[in-house]
Each structure stands twice: as structure tokens, then as C-alpha cells.
């Protein structure tokens, strides 16, 4: 199960960043695969259409799930 955030934790994560103890090893594992299936996401949508919208939505889809994979 993924952890749900606030509005307030997004702006405190801003600040500064979430250490991995207050994370249970369930929650790491969610966001991982999270990460996983938005970054396939984001192949799909590279390979759907070939435009310069499609490529830009692509990289900041991909852009998404390395920042969900960094954290």
C-alpha cells in the first residue's frame, strides 16, 4: 500500500526530504513498483504516437517517475 500524503506533507517534503525509517518495507516496495508502472507509462506513451506532444508528455512522465523513484 502506497502512503497517502497531504497537502502539507508535500510542502514539508519540499523543505526537506522524507528519511526511509519512516517508511515500512511494504511502503518502500509500493513505491518502487509505482515508479516501475509509471515508467511504463511513460514507454507507452513514446510508443502510442510519434508527435513532439506525445515525447514531451512521455518525458515528463518519465521525469514523474524518476522523482517517485528518488524519493
Known amino acids: 500500500h502506497r502512503r ?6 508535500s510542502f514539508s517534503n519540499l523543505v526537506h526530504r522524507p528519511s526511509m525509517d519512516q517508511f515500512t518495507e511494504e511502503e518502500i516496495h ?4 509505482y515508479a516501475e508502472c509509471l515508467l511504463q507509462r511513460a ?3 513514446f510508443l502510442q504516437d510519434e ?6 508528455k512521455g ?8 522523482q517517485t523513484y528518488k524519493e
Open 43 to 45: 514507454a507507452l506513451t
Open 30 to 33: 509500493a513505491e518502487v513498483c
Open 59 to 66: 518525458g515528463i512522465k518519465v521525469r514523474n517517475s524518476f
Open 51 to 56: 508527435n513532439m506532444v506525445s515525447f514531451i
Open 4 to 9: 497517502k500524503s497531504s497537502v502539507t506533507d
